[in-house]
Structures are given as C-alpha cells and as structure tokens.
C-alpha cells in the first residue's frame, strides 16, 4: 500500500492517506477478483478452518489462485503469476481476513484503529506514532461491520448481541497482532463500534526497554533479580502505559527450565513467542469482568486450577479492580 499524510488546513487533524493494492486494479482484473468472490462466498468452510485461521488462509489462498487462473483462461484474460498471486492475496483479506483494517495493522507506526458508530457515516481514525490523532480516508461499510462483528465472535468464542454489547478478544493476522474492543446494541444505540490497539509481534525484552529509554539498567537488573527468584510483582497503569509490555518481558527472564501458567481474560501476553523460543507453558482463560459470560472461569478459580497443575511460575493478564480482593485471597491461599 501507498501511504501519504497530509496536513490540511482548516483540519485539526493530520489526512492519513492510504491508497491498498486493490485500488490500482484493471477493470478486467475486478471482474475476474469480483467473480473469484462469489465463487468462494458459495464454499462453506469446515469445523476446522474456522479454528485455525492460518491454515484457512493458506487454504483460501491456494483455492484462490487457481480460481483466479481457470477464470482468466475462461474469459481469455491475459494474467501473468505476479498479478494472480497479489489478487489471490487481496481475495484472501477480504474472505478469512478483516479486510482494510489488516493494511492499517500493517503500518508499524499505527498504535490505535477506532471505527465509530454508525458505519458509513465517518471514516476510520488512527493514533499515529510520530502524528498522533488522524483521519483515514477509509469509512467502512455496514456490513464490513458485521462481517468483522462475526469474524471476532468467531476468534473468541464469546458473544456479541444485546445480551452481550461488550466483546474483547485478540487477532492476529500476518500484518499484525492486535487486541479488539468491539461495541454493540444496546450499549451503542446507533450500532457496531470497534476499537484495536496494535502489539508487537515478537514480545518486549529488557534490552530493546532500555534501549527506548523506558528504563534503566539498573531497575532492569533488578526486575532481572525478582523475576529469576520468583518474587510477586503487580504491574499496574494507566491505559497504553506498557503494562502488558512489561509484562510480557517479565516473563521472557524466567528460565526456560520452569513450568510457566499463564491467567488472562483477553488473550495479550505473548504465549506463542514463549513456545516458539521452546519455553513449557500452558495458558488459560477466566472469565471477563465486562461480558460475564457463564460458561468461564472467575480469575480467581482460574488462578486456583493454574496452582493446582503443579509448581509453576504464574503470570496473570490484565484484570480490573474489581477482582482485586478475590486475586489476592487466591494467591494467598
């Protein structure tokens, strides 16, 4: 994608100009992308791909590209490789993946994505590392609205209806990692509401810490210490302080020797990196204190099965005040 930031004037806020791949397409080459989409809106897809979204990504992309190719042989369309695979990658975004959300996901510079309600009245606004507050040029549709409402029910597994207004999970696409807050009637009156902050994809350590100045060497060297021994820590801030950040790379200094529990109740901490760099660690998920959904874990219960699957270093994920008291009595015990 192209990216260009304006300032306009008359505009308090700074233009964030995105022009996708899709939008410098040939006419023959919408034709044979819109036709590939109908094609594959008619394939149900199976238990499993609708679990595993890599595996249905490469599936969708591979199916993708060859529909791609028989279509232009059939409409006499000349396509070379290069432009069959960059379709088959945009099909792929707009079947398995979020669509426009994904290139802004993309941006390393982009902190924050914020879709207001209602869909089709105002464009996307971001929070930008270096221009902070800005306007995209992007206003997604109501029913990119409920195509992601269901892509993020999908991911969590928790509802979003009016029983249920309030949902917060986790995506993570190859462009990005990022946790959703997303609204619904009846807490939003004029529909869907979505809100994204975007994470790093290989977790925090105390050097790249140190390196931006978020803390010394010597306040490293000593969360080093209490991290190696074992030492209880509360990490506590304000919203985007770094909580998780530091959190995540707490738990990057224990020894990949010990046994790791991790208690969340939106999926934040870097878990897949940990396995990946061959830590044992098991996660778990209790219950969140906005949605209330009955068929979870409270944390404390939760904290309390992480103690009883042995000795283990256990790491507890964002949690609100208001389960203070109850974290504290299950820790103690």
């Known amino acids: 994608s192209t990216v260009e930031i304006f300032k306009i004037p008359g505009k308090v806020r700074p233009y964030y100009m995105i022009t996708p791949p899709e939008f410098?397409?040939?006419?023959?080459?919408?034709?044979?992308?819109?036709?590939a989409r109908r094609a594959l809106e008619q394939r149900k897809p199976t238990e499993l791909e609708m679990k595993d979204q890599k595996r249905a990504r490469e599936i969708i992309n591979s199916i993708a590209i060859e529909l791609i190719r028989d279509l232009a042989d059939l409409r006499k369309i000349e396509v070379d490789q290069e432009k069959i695979e960059r379709m088959a990658a945009i099909l792929t975004r707009y079947t398995v993946g979020l669509g426009v959300i994904e290139l802004l996901l993309a941006d390393d510079k982009i902190q924050d994505i914020n879709i207001n309600s209602p869909m089709?009245?105002?464009s996307i606004f971001i929070l930008h590392q270096d221009f902070d507050e800005c306007e995209t040029n992007l206003i997604p549709t109501k029913d990119d609205g409920d195509r992601w409402a269901t892509r993020f029910k999908l991911l969590s597994g928790r509802p979003l209806d009016e029983a249920n207004p309030v949902l917060d999970t986790e995506v993570i696409i190859p462009s990005g990692v990022a946790r959703v807050a997303a609204i619904g009637p009846t807490l939003s009156p004029e529909g869907l509401a979505f809100a994204l902050r975007r994470h790093r994809f290989r977790p925090w350590t105390f050097p790249l810490f140190i390196n931006e100045k978020f803390f010394d060497p010597?306040?490293?060297g000593l969360l080093w210490f209490m991290a190696d021994y074992g030492r209880t820590v509360l990490v506590a801030g304000t919203r985007g302080s770094g909580k998780t950040s530091?959190?995540?790379?707490?738990?990057?200094q224990v020894l990949p020797y010990y046994r790791v529990s991790s208690v969340e109740?939106?999926?934040?901490l870097p878990i897949e990196a940990l396995r990946n760099f061959g830590y044992n660690i098991e996660r778990l998920k209790s219950r969140s204190v906005i949605t209330h959904v009955e068929s979870e874990l409270s944390a404390e219960e939760a904290i309390r099965t992480a103690l009883r699957l042995g000795d283990s270093c256990l790491f507890i994920g964002e949690v609100r005040s208001v389960e203070a008291k109850a974290l504290y009595e299950a820790m103690r015990v």
Do not use: C, K, P, Q
């Open 218 to 220: 010597l306040f490293g």
């Open 120 to 122: 089709g009245a105002a």
């Open 265 to 268: 109740d939106t999926f934040e």
């Open 24 to 35: 410098r397409l040939s006419e023959a080459e919408y034709i044979l992308l819109d036709d």
């Open 246 to 252: 530091l959190l995540g790379s707490l738990m990057m």
